[in-house]
């Protein structure tokens, strides 16, 4: 067994740090070596114990919890995992730390919530385990006019899933995206009400329209359709005019929504006429989904380990048989436009 993962807890209420600490404190395989209520303490805290991951809130005393990642970023890195409240101001603030390179969020629990902070223990765990190098990511060269000027899309659909490292990767495949795109679903794992935040974000970063996805909602050339967190699952539906479904169902490999969900759906929908793309993200949530659409004729990508934050989904999903091609994560974008350009002699 391997040493537990030592953690430092940062929150300005006290009450929150104790709540945290305990959830942690529950697994044996994770220590909390420390608590600080505001980014001072913390900065001594983390000389002096050098933990393994630090949880951080963002409104904090001081120094606010964003200005504190970008000085850790720089000076110290290492796995940061954001404990967020569940508003959409939070979330906006939690997306902009997930960019600057925080390891993954989760939401501060709400009243009655059976399971407080989620899956907080296995998210710290994975962020002890992981060797990325926590250095501030590098920021994604916007796409100009003419380096997809002669993109004409063809008639596939595109559905992407993600998890641990999502946010990052998500900007970075879409930003090499033209405004006439394919159609594009994707689930990212992200706790309810950050996904709209985040569908707003990558519509302002990216040249085709964003939106978080709803329910009959008809797939079209150049929009990028992201399910919704929390209580359903995303699918696509109607062979004659292909379209969102939300579909309330219990969670699958412990996600809801679930990658598995959309890519079986897109595997029976579209078939050949559809690329499956796998990035960064923990357990194996969309591997198997991922093998339906290529078996049903789909091209597949996954991400390398490499450029992962956590090479956990691409990995199952390519010792399945699932992913035709890994890739780093800054050459799937044009991979996935080649796939679905419309040939020169009519369309795929």
Do not use: W
């Amino acid at each position: 067994m391997s040493a537990p993962a030592r953690v430092l807890v940062v929150d300005d209420s006290p009450t929150m740090r104790g709540l945290i600490s305990a959830v942690l404190s529950s697994d044996p395989e994770v220590n909390v070596i420390g608590q600080a209520g505001d980014a001072l303490e913390a900065r001594e805290a983390i000389k002096r114990l050098n933990p393994d991951v630090l949880t951080l809130d963002i409104e904090m005393p001081n120094m606010n919890g964003l200005d504190f990642l970008e000085k850790i970023m720089r000076l110290r890195p290492m796995p940061v995992i954001m404990v967020s409240t569940m508003t959409h101001r939070g979330a906006e603030a939690t997306l902009a730390a997930l960019e600057i390179g925080a390891f993954d969020c989760v939401g501060k629990p709400q009243p009655g919530e059976p399971r407080p902070f989620g899956d907080l223990v296995e998210k710290v765990k994975a962020a002890a385990r992981t060797q990325r190098n926590f250095a501030k990511p590098a920021k994604s060269a916007a796409v100009t006019p003419l380096a997809v000027a002669d993109f004409r899309v063809g008639r596939k659909i595109v559905a992407i899933g993600s998890s641990t490292g999502g946010v990052e990767a998500l900007i970075a495949v879409l930003q090499k995206f033209p405004a006439n795109c394919p159609p594009t679903v994707i689930t990212q794992h992200m706790p309810p009400t950050f996904t709209k935040s985040f569908s707003e974000r990558l519509n302002r970063l990216c040249a085709p329209v964003v939106e978080e996805a709803t329910d009959g909602a008809r797939l079209e050339i150049g929009k990028v359709y992201l399910a919704p967190g929390g209580e359903r699952h995303l699918q696509v539906s109607n062979t004659s005019a292909p379209c969102c479904r939300l579909v309330e169902r219990g969670p699958v490999n412990g996600h809801r929504p679930s990658v598995d969900v959309l890519f079986d759906s897109v595997a029976e929908l579209a078939g050949r006429n559809a690329v499956g793309v796998i990035l960064t993200g923990m357990g194996r949530d969309g591997a198997a989904g991922l093998l339906k659409m290529r078996h049903a004729g789909a091209r597949t990508l996954g991400q390398n380990e490499k450029t992962c934050v956590v090479y956990g989904m691409p990995r199952v999903a390519y010792e399945l048989g699932a992913v035709e091609q890994q890739l780093p994560l800054a050459a799937i974008g044009e991979e996935i436009l080649k796939m679905t350009a419309a040939r020169k002699e009519g369309t795929e």
